[in-house]
């Protein structure tokens, strides 16, 4: 069982846009702003795409946002593409550890 | 280009030992903090692992608190992760990762090595 919570599937038809939500509690996802979410293609290592709640690493689109309310996060994928069915996870850092959700299969119709 | 290359993966026996490593390059390796994350086959990723970047701060998942070791040698570029009393619930593909946009987060990850602990 995960520390965080994630949808395991999400969809869109391309153009759509799709928000995946990462649900915690005051000791990780609530207690700090370093919320990092990765892209992971199949038989690939993760890939970066959200740090510290919402900064994007260069090179990566700008139709990946992030965001966060409370104790959850959300990575909202405005205009889906065909390239970005994926699996998606969140993570938070939790005080001397840190913590992932159980990821989100995203699958582009 | 920034690049973390992972190896030592192998083919363990129950209770058994096994040290992987991970060579980092292009960028300066010893002002990050750095991670360890493994991924079960089919499963999701799991944080094993960081330590800071002198050394000097180290912290465990507890599922391998006591069994699992992390250290670096800055002058090598290099990070480490000694793993004893091996269980076969420890298979998985171990990532190394480390901070670069962030300084102390996942940012940028190796391509993992295999570990398969199994009689």
């Known amino acids: 069982q995960s520390a965080l919570t994630q949808p395991p599937s999400a969809s869109g038809s391309p153009g759509q846009s799709v928000t995946i939500s990462c649900t915690g509690t005051?000791?990780?996802?609530?207690?700090?702003?370093?919320v990092f979410w990765f892209q992971q293609h199949p038989g690939k290592a993760p890939k970066l795409i959200i740090y510290d709640v919402n900064k994007r690493p260069s090179g990566v689109p700008d139709h990946f946002s992030g965001s966060k309310s409370g104790n959850t996060a959300s990575l909202t994928v405005s205009g889906l593409q065909a390239e970005d069915e994926a699996d998606y996870y969140c993570t938070s850092y939790a005080g001397n550890k840190w913590v992932f959700g159980g990821g989100t299969k995203l699958t582009v119709l | 280009e920034v690049k973390l290359v992972e190896s030592g993966g192998g083919l363990v026996q129950p209770g058994g030992s096994l040290r992987v490593s991970c060579v980092a390059s292009g960028f300066t390796f010893s002002v990050y903090w750095m991670h360890w994350v493994r991924q079960a086959p089919g499963k999701g990723l799991v944080w094993v692992s960081r330590?800071?970047?002198?050394?000097?701060?180290?912290n465990y998942a507890d599922s391998v608190k006591g069994r699992f070791t992390i250290s670096r040698d800055n002058a090598k570029n290099t990070l480490y992760l000694q793993m004893n009393s091996l269980r076969a619930e420890d298979s998985a593909v171990y990532y190394c990762a480390g901070g670069y946009y962030s300084n102390y987060g996942m940012d940028v990850w190796g391509q993992g090595t295999t570990v398969t602990v199994s009689s």
């Open positions: 330590i800071q970047s002198d050394g000097s701060i180290t």
């Open positions: 005051s000791s990780d996802v609530g207690g700090y702003n370093y």
